[in-house]
């Protein structure tokens, strides 16, 4: 009963990205999942990737509002960790057959179908906003991302008045918004 | 025309973030309705910030986790240490059992002779692994005793040299970086050349003795060993260390001590080559003082591109860094010596997806004012 209430507790940190409940899933599976990756042909810098890509999973999956695992955490990133790992070693086509040495695995799969797909955007959206140069990459990023609002933003930028800010801004942005859009449409629907 | 464009769009901004008042909120529904083109924007741009939400809170989340895994491995509390020793072996041997069973099976049945031997002796080969890396534990251990030894003498001298040192008047200037959480640092070598006595000073105010190890004048590099037993050695470094010059155009930083306090400028990178076509170095669009010197370059990812070095003295912004490639081979040469062999350049860095005043929090420590007399 009580571990039940403390992982919905972590999940819920989780979703507001708080601090200790990161480090306290960090720590509680980081080593399982090394010890996963170095075992079947990994080096401790592809744990620390496919680790973190797992945490993204779950980080997105209680983002959406999603708190029922039906399973624990542990279990969570170890299935998603694993079926991330086999899916990069069959890229690279070498040989894996992951033993499974822990009995509990679940079924991941439409998870990681979202997150593939989440994965595309954040990329589509990345490659835009380094696309657009500067100053309008961090003007966008410190209003859009940092919410600064107009005032603090034009004097940081060294704009005389808000309302110069905001021209500037809405100049950047529906550049960004083109270039976005142009690969969006594009890509979207058949990856 | 535009500026009714922009008002526009500051209204479907407020709209979808539910910030207008009600009779405000009303009209503009109305509007929605009779105009299609607002109704398209409308519904373009709900689409469009979600995605910028969502793209904003992954990038904070990576840089989280990031920071999360830096901590955690400084704590001890996560094992992530580069491979090294027993475990090393241990993945290496892993690697070299599944070669040997993908072998044996392919070899099959004519060859069941050797696949027999294979099997037969790879346990034994394990076996003797493991006994010399035992070996090696007491080795260590042994070695350590001596340096603790030596450790006492160089402190004692220290102290010694210390109280000589009131005396000493630093004359060159300029900044160092460190490349190990060992104390080994890089700076340019025409910042301590002829110096007998350096020290390097953190951002708090903290004096370090240090020595030399190796100078290359000719790529104008210089590898310091911080040498005081005030120093505490670092887990890992935030930053790593890149072996290829990034692309023209790619906004860059540096961090250094032009004046008592540490100073952050940007700039970009102007050209992959340097003064005349020099391929030691590349050139900078940034504004640098002469303490900068010897300063790390970061890319954007906060990977060191170079060792800000020289600037041109016909026209200001203009600099010049070494390529930091460079450091890789002066260690490379240091470490013919066999007292070195444990220093390992990083080239990965974990403050990568970080923004910059993120990065700089975290690099700062590690940048060093360098003194010599």
Same mark, same amino acid.
Request: glycine fraction near 6%; hydrophobic fraction near 35%; charged fraction near 25%.
């Given at each position: 009963m009580k571990p039940q209430t403390d992982e919905r507790a972590l999940l819920e940190g989780l979703a507001t990205s708080d601090k200790k409940a990161v480090e306290t899933i960090y720590k509680e599976n980081y080593n399982m999942v090394q010890s996963l990756i170095i075992n079947n042909n990994g080096s401790s810098d592809d744990a620390k990737d496919i680790f973190q890509e797992a945490m993204i999973v779950l980080y997105e999956k209680v983002r959406s509002g999603?708190?029922? $695992?039906?399973?624990q955490i542990k279990t969570f990133v170890y299935s998603v960790s694993r079926r991330l790992w086999l899916k990069r070693l069959q890229q690279q086509n070498r040989y894996a057959a992951p033993g499974d040495s822990m009995e509990n695995v679940v079924a991941v799969e439409e998870d990681l179908e979202e997150h593939e797909q989440r994965n595309a955007e954040y990329e589509m959206m990345e490659k835009a906003v380094s696309n657009l140069g500067e100053p309008c990459k961090s003007l966008l990023e410190a209003y859009y $991302?940092?919410?600064?609002n107009m005032q603090v933003i034009a004097a940081n930028f060294g704009y005389t008045n808000a309302d110069n800010a905001k021209n500037q801004k809405y100049k950047c942005l529906m550049r960004l918004k083109k270039i976005f859009f142009t690969h969006y449409k594009n890509g979207n629907g058949d990856g | 025309m535009v500026m009714d464009d922009i008002k526009i769009l500051d209204a479907v901004e407020r709209y979808i973030r539910g910030e207008m008042k009600p009779d405000e909120r009303l009209q503009f529904e109305n509007l929605r309705k009779t105009n299609a083109e607002v109704d398209q924007l409308v519904v373009e741009h709900t689409l469009f910030l979600q995605q910028m939400n969502q793209f904003g809170e992954r990038k904070n989340f990576k840089s989280s986790l990031n920071e999360v895994h830096t901590d955690l491995t400084e704590q001890g509390?996560?094992?992530?240490?580069?491979?090294?020793g027993r475990s090393k072996v241990v993945y290496l041997w892993k690697r070299y059992k599944r070669v040997a069973a993908i072998a044996a099976s392919i070899a099959g049945i004519t060859t069941i002779t050797i696949s027999a031997l294979v099997w037969a002796f790879s346990p034994r080969a394990n076996d003797n692994v493991q006994e010399m890396s035992r070996q090696l534990e007491v080795m260590k251990k042994v070695q350590r005793d001596q340096n603790a030894v030596v450790n006492d003498i160089k402190n004692q001298i220290n102290t010694d040299k210390k109280a000589e040192k009131k005396s000493i008047q630093f004359k060159s200037g300029g900044t160092g970086f460190l490349?190990?959480?060992?104390g080994y640092l890089v700076t340019n070598a025409h910042i301590i050349r002829n110096s007998k006595n350096i020290v390097v000073i953190n951002n708090k105010g903290e004096e370090f003795d240090a020595i030399v190890l190796k100078t290359d004048n000719a790529k104008d590099i210089a590898i310091l060993k911080i040498e005081d037993k005030s120093f505490k050695s670092i887990a890992s470094l935030p930053y790593g260390i890149s072996k290829t010059v990034s692309d023209v155009a790619e906004p860059i930083y540096t961090l250094g001590y032009p004046r008592n306090d540490i100073v952050y400028s940007e700039g970009y990178?102007?050209?992959?080559?340097?003064?005349?076509?020099?391929?030691?170095s590349c050139q900078l669009g940034i504004a640098a003082?002469?303490?900068?010197?010897?300063g790390p370059v970061f890319n954007h990812n906060g990977e060191v591109i170079g060792i800000l070095s020289t600037k041109e003295? &016909?026209? &200001?912004?203009v600099a010049f860094a070494i390529q930091s490639k460079y450091i890789f081979d002066a260690i490379d040469q240091l470490k013919?010596?066999?007292?070195?062999?444990?220093l390992k350049l990083s080239s990965?860095?974990?403050?990568?997806?970080?923004n910059k005043q993120q990065q700089v929090q975290k690099i700062q420590d590690y940048v060093f004012m360098v003194k010599g007399d």
């Amino acid at each position: 009963m009580k571990p039940q209430t403390d992982e919905r507790a972590l999940l819920e940190g989780l979703a507001t990205s708080d601090k200790k409940a990161v480090e306290t899933i960090y720590k509680e599976n980081y080593n399982m999942v090394q010890s996963l990756i170095i075992n079947n042909n990994g080096s401790s810098d592809d744990a620390k990737d496919i680790f973190q890509e797992a945490m993204i999973v779950l980080y997105e999956k209680v983002r959406s509002g999603s708190f029922e $695992l039906n399973c624990q955490i542990k279990t969570f990133v170890y299935s998603v960790s694993r079926r991330l790992w086999l899916k990069r070693l069959q890229q690279q086509n070498r040989y894996a057959a992951p033993g499974d040495s822990m009995e509990n695995v679940v079924a991941v799969e439409e998870d990681l179908e979202e997150h593939e797909q989440r994965n595309a955007e954040y990329e589509m959206m990345e490659k835009a906003v380094s696309n657009l140069g500067e100053p309008c990459k961090s003007l966008l990023e410190a209003y859009y $991302l940092q919410k600064q609002n107009m005032q603090v933003i034009a004097a940081n930028f060294g704009y005389t008045n808000a309302d110069n800010a905001k021209n500037q801004k809405y100049k950047c942005l529906m550049r960004l918004k083109k270039i976005f859009f142009t690969h969006y449409k594009n890509g979207n629907g058949d990856g | 025309m535009v500026m009714d464009d922009i008002k526009i769009l500051d209204a479907v901004e407020r709209y979808i973030r539910g910030e207008m008042k009600p009779d405000e909120r009303l009209q503009f529904e109305n509007l929605r309705k009779t105009n299609a083109e607002v109704d398209q924007l409308v519904v373009e741009h709900t689409l469009f910030l979600q995605q910028m939400n969502q793209f904003g809170e992954r990038k904070n989340f990576k840089s989280s986790l990031n920071e999360v895994h830096t901590d955690l491995t400084e704590q001890g509390k996560i094992d992530s240490m580069k491979l090294k020793g027993r475990s090393k072996v241990v993945y290496l041997w892993k690697r070299y059992k599944r070669v040997a069973a993908i072998a044996a099976s392919i070899a099959g049945i004519t060859t069941i002779t050797i696949s027999a031997l294979v099997w037969a002796f790879s346990p034994r080969a394990n076996d003797n692994v493991q006994e010399m890396s035992r070996q090696l534990e007491v080795m260590k251990k042994v070695q350590r005793d001596q340096n603790a030894v030596v450790n006492d003498i160089k402190n004692q001298i220290n102290t010694d040299k210390k109280a000589e040192k009131k005396s000493i008047q630093f004359k060159s200037g300029g900044t160092g970086f460190l490349l190990d959480g060992n104390g080994y640092l890089v700076t340019n070598a025409h910042i301590i050349r002829n110096s007998k006595n350096i020290v390097v000073i953190n951002n708090k105010g903290e004096e370090f003795d240090a020595i030399v190890l190796k100078t290359d004048n000719a790529k104008d590099i210089a590898i310091l060993k911080i040498e005081d037993k005030s120093f505490k050695s670092i887990a890992s470094l935030p930053y790593g260390i890149s072996k290829t010059v990034s692309d023209v155009a790619e906004p860059i930083y540096t961090l250094g001590y032009p004046r008592n306090d540490i100073v952050y400028s940007e700039g970009y990178l102007s050209a992959r080559t340097g003064f005349n076509g020099d391929t030691l170095s590349c050139q900078l669009g940034i504004a640098a003082n002469r303490g900068n010197s010897g300063g790390p370059v970061f890319n954007h990812n906060g990977e060191v591109i170079g060792i800000l070095s020289t600037k041109e003295t &016909e026209s &200001e912004g203009v600099a010049f860094a070494i390529q930091s490639k460079y450091i890789f081979d002066a260690i490379d040469q240091l470490k013919k010596d066999t007292a070195y062999q444990s220093l390992k350049l990083s080239s990965k860095s974990s403050v990568r997806g970080m923004n910059k005043q993120q990065q700089v929090q975290k690099i700062q420590d590690y940048v060093f004012m360098v003194k010599g007399d």
